[in-house]
């Protein structure tokens, strides 16, 4: 099954469009969605969001992205099988 994730806005607005995906999805596709999300969250924190109190290195201003993500996979006899994900980021300058 497959899924795929279209978001854009603040590195925080698009980390909580994340987070509710899953709701869109049911049975395989959820259970995909569910294993790559996390690790996109993840992604998008540790290069976009800067920890309160932390200063920036290279001191630039990102004001927002557009992240794109999709995967798919399969199982079978309730073990998990072939999963792929490709994540695409683009950061907007300002």
Known sequence: MSWSINATGTPEEVVKALQEESSHYTGQCKAECDGAVPHIIA???????????????????????????HGSGCSGDGAELNRECAVQIETIYQ
């Open 43 to 69: 992604l998008v924190q540790q290069n976009y969001v800067t920890p309160a109190g932390a200063a920036r290195n290279p001191p630039y201003r990102c004001v927002k992205i557009k992240l794109h993500a």
